[in-house]
């Protein structure tokens, strides 16, 4: 019994030894990661999915693509 607690212990000290080790201690700059999130979202307005779903429709891809998921 208390060399099952004992492997227990060292294991527990172990892992949090590589948890401790994982940490990143750099400092954030909160204002460049908010402008990177902000510029890495460029959506699209709903005219513009308008527009394109039209145009796709036009081409045929929209027919296309029907065909090629429905399974036949």
Do not use: C, W
Request: charged share 15%.
């Amino acid at each position: 019994m208390k060399s099952t607690i004992v492997a227990f212990a060292l294991v527990a000290g172990a892992m949090t030894g590589i948890a401790h080790a994982a940490v990143n201690n750099e400092p954030v700059n909160v204002q460049t990661a908010q402008a990177v999130a902000n510029h890495a979202y460029a959506g699209k307005t709903r005219a513009e999915v308008k527009r394109e779903l039209a145009q796709a429709q036009r081409d045929g891809q929209i027919a296309a693509l029907r065909s090629l998921y429905q399974g036949s």
